[in-house]
């Protein structure tokens, strides 16, 4: 954050914003309008968009964005949001960004106020400047009353989540219904001739989400038991992959086949470093699928967060 901070400061200096250190949101108000300017992602902290508060009843038209974007270089993607435009800045210099968000800010209040765009609150559209409330990895212009509600709304949210039961048997056969629909797809894609490693993608992903549905929601004893559910399917599926093409090969019955598969290993008939070169990747890709899933279910937590930032309040 620290380096991100200095340049940040560079530019609320330029462009007469204030700058929140928790949030790293640049906002304030400019010909009545009300601005934001963030990075939609922290991870580039110097690639920004502009957005700002305001309402038109026919929405910007193709032509109308040439128009901006002729009218200031550093304009880029143009998208209208809620109540709001909002415009990603192109920099090629980090040196030269808190001149051109100023630019980039500038034009784009001009070319709204010329175009008949009103300040107004995002959520119930009231006329009037409103103050910058982050809402979850949003932030909106929104008035008191829309933030009173924003707030009651996501606790009882919050409470539903907390109060929601977990039940553990519906959740392993959630969890055992998706690791199926797993490992059908493991088979599926390996006799069809493809890696089959991208499926265990499928895998993790289904047999989380079914542990989340059916068990009502995702704890770390839910985790802990997906996980454990889609070790034991995966290694099943892929030995069912290899006992298939056994049972093809040799005209033997599948079952057969799969309980012949570790004595086809050991006679070198079925290439050692092949099968657990194989299983290994899917493996791989199974915790490529786990881990985002996971931190997504814990991350949700942190989507309801809403409150006032800045000092200024301007609502009118
Ligand atoms: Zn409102």
Not at 294 to 305: G, H, N, P, V
């Amino acid at each position: 954050m620290a380096a991100s901070t200095k340049l940040y400061e560079k530019i609320v200096a330029a462009t007469g914003l204030e700058l929140d250190i928790s949030t790293g949101l640049m906002q304030g108000v400019r010909n009545g309008y009300s601005v934001m300017v963030y990075a939609p992602d922290k991870q580039y902290p110097s690639s920004l968009q502009v957005a700002i508060a305001a309402k038109r009843n026919e929405p910007i038209t193709k032509e109308e964005i040439k128009e901006l974007r002729s009218n200031c270089k550093n304009v880029g993607k143009v998208i209208q949001g809620n109540n709001c435009l909002i415009v990603n800045i192109k920099a090629l210099l980090a040196n030269k960004l808190p001149e051109q968000v100023e630019q980039v800010t500038q034009t784009t209040v001009d070319f709204m106020a010329a175009r008949g765009w009103e300040p107004c609150c995002q959520m119930c559209q009231k006329d009037g400047t409103m103050p910058v409330a982050m809402v979850g990895n949003n932030y909106m212009s929104v008035c008191d009353d829309c933030l009173t509600n924003l707030q009651q709304n996501a606790h009882l949210e919050q409470q539903n989540i907390v109060s929601k039961k977990e039940s553990i048997v519906m959740g392993i056969v959630g969890a055992f219904l998706g690791s199926l629909l797993g490992a059908l797809c493991i088979i599926i894609v390996s006799q069809m001739g493809y890696v089959a490693a991208l499926s265990g993608l499928v895998m993790a992903i289904c047999t989380l989400k079914g542990y989340e549905m059916l068990g009502g929601k995702l704890t770390k004893k839910g985790i802990i038991i997906a996980i454990l559910i889609m070790i034991v399917m995966t290694y099943a599926a892929d030995r069912l992959d290899w006992a298939i093409v056994v049972a093809r090969e040799f005209e033997e019955d599948l079952f057969i086949s799969y309980q012949a598969i570790p004595a086809l290993i050991e006679a070198e008939i079925i290439e050692t470093a092949r099968y657990w070169g194989n299983l290994i990747l899917v493996y791989l890709f199974l915790a490529l699928g786990a881990v985002p899933t996971i931190l997504a279910a814990f991350r949700q937590k942190d989507l309801t967060e809403i409150r006032r930032i800045g000092n200024n309040s301007h609502s009118m």
